[in-house]
């Protein structure tokens, strides 16, 4: 398999080295250049399989220049039950009517390490692979839950480091501690003196700086980003659309060969666009349900084929999903057009310069014949939060209700049938605040843990003891600061690294 960029100036390329690029030289995306057919009788024996061997069956098909061994050893290293908590890594959960995707079982209890507890496995042996010298460094501008995952992620991986910068005051408590204790001889956590797009336009500066790249080249690194435009983070998200549907079959939801509906809670569309993935490659999805909070371009996008970034940001309680300009579409449109790549470099620089593009009838009409967009506000999502706790016992984050109450909308709206899972992608007790208020629990003046014990006594849920355990471990990065100081904390810490250790 050999990936291209969307904007079709760049490739084709191994896995390896769009891996290692992560966003192609003209600026556009890789996307793989076929699609991996996966027929009943592979879905019928991938039923039999544990999520590892799901995994490594579904990654090998599009990291065709990795051995089988090498695939089953990053699989094995990522999705190891020292870093999930539950032995199916994704189970499907009924509650009521409504299948979930658990997605957070990881180490940090959110979706995003699905993904990257695998990428720096992938990542390390890609540089083998290529032939390259020396090691990685990851730069991370994080507003919280990505920064963690990725410290998580690439905690003591070989000839990788990261250095993750993060908004002094522009954290919650648990996300502060999460990081600033985070282990690994390879990992450097930085607060900036500043808000999140300090952090961010710091660190897109660092990504500019040549002069930052040649000195450590000579010392034998060379920069990279770990965000959700590397093909790397997608390919392990197509996994767990398989392995949902094989569990649906077993658990008899449905027949093998008829279709599943997914809801999906939608920032960046790296999640959804996994299952499009899947679906291309012959897994029976029927339609792929597009779930925004108030953020709703994406809503407005899907019914009207116009895309249309200029207005506010608003700060929601789905903060995970307050993104304006979705990245991963970039890919989508390339795929629904045929790979016209001279278009979609058009409408990203309309998107850039003008804020807005349109796409003619016929891209809109391919997009709404499998997806369908919809979104909920605040009030609905914590309506629903109590409603479904009441219901059926079960107690959904504030991410997951949002899709939770499009998913509602659609069955209404549409009339459709098909067994419906909704993705679920953080654990409850990683938004405890806002969860604890829609079960009418009154946490105004704690602090942050004794809103965790207090939903865990109310709930009979236990906490995660990775959230928990934050508050008695160690401080171990105490570094602040200025966004014009950035520069030298990273090259202050790579200076104890004169040279690679292969
Ligand atoms: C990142 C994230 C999302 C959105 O995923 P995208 O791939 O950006 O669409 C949804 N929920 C949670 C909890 C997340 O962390």
Redesign the pocket.
């Known amino acids: 398999m050999r990936y291209v960029s969307t904007r079709g100036q760049a490739g084709p390329v191994t896995a390896a080295a769009a891996i290692m690029q992560g966003l192609a030289e003209d600026g556009g995306l890789f996307v793989p250049t076929g699609w991996p057919r996966v027929g009943p009788a592979l879905l019928h024996v991938m039923g039999q399989m544990n999520y590892q061997a799901r995994a490594a069956a579904i990654i090998a098909l599009y990291l065709t220049d990795f051995s089988l061994d090498e695939v089953h050893d990053c699989v094995a290293a990522a999705y190891d039950d020292d870093k999930f908590d539950h032995p199916h890594v994704a189970p499907v959960v009924a509650a009521g009517d409504c299948h979930f995707l658990e997605l957070w079982h990881g180490p940090t209890c959110?979706?995003?390490d699905m993904a990257l507890q695998l990428l720096p496995h992938i990542l390390s042996r890609a540089l083998q692979k290529e032939h390259v010298a020396g090691g990685v460094l990851i730069l991370v501008a994080t507003s919280g839950?990505t920064g963690k995952a990725a410290l998580e992620g690439f905690e003591d991986v070989p000839r990788t480091r990261i250095a993750v910068f993060y908004p002094q005051h522009g954290v919650s408590e648990i996300q502060r501690l999460q990081m600033v204790t985070q282990d690994g001889e390879n990992v450097c956590v930085t607060a900036v003196d500043g808000n999140f797009d300090d952090a961010q336009r710091g660190v897109k500066e660092l990504f500019q700086d040549r002069d930052l790249a040649a000195m450590l080249a000579r010392r034998g690194w060379r920069l990279s980003s770990a965000n959700?435009i590397n093909w790397g983070r997608l390919v392990p998200q197509v996994v767990y659309y398989f392995s949902a549907y094989c569990d649906m079959v077993q658990r008899g939801a449905v027949a093998l060969g008829e279709p599943v509906n997914f809801v999906?809670?939608?920032?960046?569309?790296?999640?959804?666009l996994a299952g499009y993935y899947a679906k291309r490659m012959g897994l029976p999805i029927g339609r792929l349900i597009c779930a925004s909070n108030a953020n709703n371009v994406l809503t407005d996008f899907i019914r009207t084929g116009r895309y249309d970034r200029r207005r506010d940001l608003q700060r929601t309680t789905?903060p995970?999903?307050d993104?304006l300009v979705?990245s991963?579409l970039e890919r989508l449109l390339y795929h629904v057009t045929g790979g016209d790549a001279p278009q979609v470099a058009q409408w990203m620089r309309q998107l850039r310069e003008e804020g807005c593009y349109q796409v003619p009838p016929a891209v809109a009409a391919a997009v709404q014949q499998v997806f369908w967009g919809g979104w909920a506000s605040d009030a609905a999502a914590r309506d629903a939060i109590r409603l479904v706790w009441q219901r059926h016992g079960y107690l959904m984050?504030p991410?997951t209700a949002v899709a939770y109450c499009v998913a509602e909308e659609y069955r209404h709206t549409s009339g459709d049938r098909t067994p419906l899972v909704i993705v679920s992608?953080?654990s409850p007790f990683k938004f405890n605040r806002t969860v604890a208020a829609a079960l009418g629990l009154a946490t105004a003046g704690q602090g942050e843990f004794d809103v965790l014990a207090a939903l865990s006594r109310c709930t009979g849920w236990a906490a995660p003891p990775q959230l928990a355990a934050v508050r008695d471990m160690p401080y171990r990065h105490d570094g602040v600061c200025r966004r014009d100081e950035m520069r030298d904390a990273v090259l202050a810490w790579m200076g104890e690294y004169t040279k690679i250790e292969n």
């Open positions: 959110a979706f995003k839950d959700s999906v809670p939608t920032g960046n569309f790296g999640d959804i789905s995970s999903m993104i979705s991963n984050d991410h992608t953080a």
